[in-house]
């Protein structure tokens, strides 16, 4: 239960314009086009399969109406779920529904109400002011087009995985051919393509270079230049292959004065029958020390880290920022944007980490319209700790703690990874 | 502390009848003969010699009152432990103990008391009752006689770890043997065997399928039914062999429809010279990772998973039934059934997982006599979570609020295993 | 926030002198020569270069002042941190500091305020006076000096981390020949080396053995002494010859009758470009399960264990103190030793350990004038606890919380150690 103290802290914080380190918006179709766009976000098929929802009744061939009836059906199993409550704000905020819950009943009339809202020719617009968005980063593969979107408001980023872990795949070779006009046959081919890519993600305003990595990644640089340039030259990938990419693009970022955000521990298709980007967990087993080499090696590059697995993890990072100048601890990703797992995250980061250093939070986010209630979750996690281990036992006054805040939600953001272009 | 709002709930929650969806009651002898069937409890022996009691104090061949006395003269060291509480409940509601600790000095009175409450005619019914218990799941050998009990009140479960780890003890075949008419000596032979045993327990109203499980544990089908035939017919134990029959038993429960429940992380015997049942500890480098292959390979198979780790292993527990709609939490289990772990553990599931899947809580009880005091700490403390996460901050009103506990403490465990037949 | 309740259990503890059972103390400079000795704490050091201060800032051959105010400067990036709150005591309670808050602006007058009082005659006493220090444990190579400072209060330990790790180091050889007259080059050398520095140290009024080890050691007998006393005559490190080291500590504890304190779960030089202390980190893939062998062999010894990951090794750390009689959760270590992790470790070792076994805090002081905010954190810590936990839920009164907690602040600590000669 939040104090009067952390409410006002929290009014304080709804009024600073968010400057989103990381999503996955469309800058093409940044907004939903109806309900089934935010219904369809992976966290509520996941939880409504999960409920009991065949897999079936969401298939991207059922009509779209039917589609949110199903999952809505399984809302009430998921009432206590975070991913609830930012879709009832949503309904509440931007669709104007007045109920307090969200049920298979109210499928119907949600559906309309979004289908008007979202067929607004100014919608975009609307969810940007209403959400009082500065700026929020995308998540671009190497080929993705770069123009024809304001780059201040949707700022690119590039996300790596598929060079790391798919160059054996001929799809990504295509796409890398017709990207760089190189191969992925060797280590200086690749080299060459790269540069290609960061000159013209740069010039594009990028400002991040960002990839997600399995819990057992080590990243080192080759013993073996030759075994690397034979397993690109067969097409075949392996553990060095993937670590000497990574170091390839550290070098990039370190040329081109790119933050890398890494993104740790996450195991795709454990459940493959699962819905769609509903299928990769994790495993707990894992430690930053397998960074330690790369932290080393690259002081001058800035290393905004995610981690999966909240607790021991998390106190890693927190331990490897306040030892290490260039790493930083960055949002709280996925399962463990939770509350139950953000708060003490979050405790043991302002307790040991210096403040010029804290990213925050970012929103992961798919379409514009769960931002804001992602934020606003977040917010009021950051005003509750800092009314209650700071402010109420006085090591910091009100004044002092909105500073700490706005650092910690806007400013160290916008000065680690720049204003955008 | 809790608030009004937070005991209201709790009131509301010790009205529920308990449905214990795993207890080591003996259906034959289900409550206390004496204080001393309770103080044997291995919470209390192994924590008083911890504290610094010789084992030689309660070996078997003391006297039942000598052993009272040697336990509760270690009590004031245990009195800020979970397991103390829960006597001082029993002392004062089942035996009208009048005082607020319990000392050696209470020893003789107390020792009295129990004998006198213990030897009514009507004790268990009279437990039973002031318990409001509506069943417990019982954990039986595969040779267990499930015949002589009321099994709507305990309910028959298989528990597997001596067909899966010790096919290749001598006392196991001869105990299967009796029970099975078949030999341990081949995968086949077991097959047979296993098909008479379930049809046994499912006919006696069996309702689950257990077992408990080391950290390092990795079930997956035998790349090699030689290997494990040799290994039968040897007499030898192997990882690969234990692996093969955990498989075979999951086939078994998705033919006979029973839920397989995983309790994951023991290792056994890491203390040898320890008090009876106080001997196993545990290796928090643990994860469900191990189990994906079991998990996907058994969609129709409904796995309620308990952990021996809080935090990231729980954290795991959490994502996995978030994803997989047959992977169900259950419980607390041993080390982590204290409020300290309880309560994080708790406030990540009710933030993640669909809350038709959460199986709140069971007793682990030797006697009938611990399963109040240990339903009401986890009501409490259910009571506490949903006050101060759902209704205080206005997510769910307190009917829902009410309706949420009660399916966590009773409805989904009916649902998932079963009534009583 | 703090109840009244817990301010009141918080002036008690005040009240009561320090038994601090681990620090880096000088016996020979206790205490600051100037403020200089004290923003050199590694703490301050680390913290602010991680925040951006380059090194050279801080170098040895900085002039102090310079130095103070380089470290000063980046403060106000740390007035969230742990170590920030307890400068900031510092300088109120023992410079007469009147801000609340910490500059660079301040770092001039608060340089020759420290320079005043640090260089009266009476300062370390007036520092031990007021921080109502009754003992605090030093950390001792094996050639300390032992003699020339006050042994009832300043303890001698033996730290032993050089004899295990650094066997094959020239330097460590020629110092163990001038305190021992013996080599290192066999085992049976290294016996007769320890058994002269044991009685030493014992005949001085020694209370501990204490080690730190990094996370995968695992302490064991050796398979083969011939292939330790090779690698002594050869001068090389090998984990076998480390194990059998560290085994022959045990024994000599056994001998000697004194605690063996194990720090576990330091990976050393992490961050080699780091300031000096500020380049070890951890990996949090570390179990206790390693130190099952050592403790069943040893039951004579006492083990206060310390423990540098939170959560899931703090929970090991709970769960072998409940089962082993000879393992002791001991303090908040380095990492964990903020108030986001003692929180939850302290109430987990509440819930589940016998209470003469908790072994509360201990500074790991580098100068005493830290000792008081450290306690202080921990203290405010444990009163809160004390009456969340216990007494508000009326689990005991007020009587017995203080009880309790003399025993964990002090009263354990002296009669696990002995109180000093």
Known sequence: MSSELANELFEQFRAIPIFDTHSHIDPFAPTAKSLDDLLNYHYFTELAHSAGLPIAAIATDVDPRERCRAILSQFAYLENTSAYSWMLEIARKQF?????????????????????????PDWTDEVVRNTNLECVFLTNSFDDRLTGFDSRLFVPCLRTDDLVFHSHMAQTRTRW?????TSMESISDIRA???????RFVAAGARACAISLPPGFRPE????????????????????????LFWLLAEHCREFCLPFDLMIGVNRQVYPAGVFQGQDLFDCRCSLIEYAQLFNAFPEVTFPVSVLTSGPVNQELVSYSWIFPNVLPHG????SNVPAYIEPDLRARLGGVPNNKLLGYYSDAYKLEFILPKYNMY?????DTLARDFVEPRRLNVERALGLGRAILRGNGERVFGRPA
Chains 1, 2, 3 share one sequence.
């Open 379 to 383: 917010r009021r996690l950051l005003a």
């Open 96 to 120: 104007g529904f007045a109920g307090d819950t969200l049920r298979d009943s109210d499928a119907d009339s949600l559906f309309d109400a979004a289908a008007t809202r979202c067929s607004r």
């Open 221 to 244: 640089p080759a013993n073996s230049f030759a075994h690397c340039d034979r397993a690109l030259l067969a097409g075949q990938s392996s553990p060095e292959l993937s670590a000497q």
């Open 193 to 199: 393509g790269l540069r290609v890519i960061f000159e």
């Open 177 to 181: 051919q017709s990207a760089t006009g």
């Open 332 to 335: 709280h990703w996925w399962y």
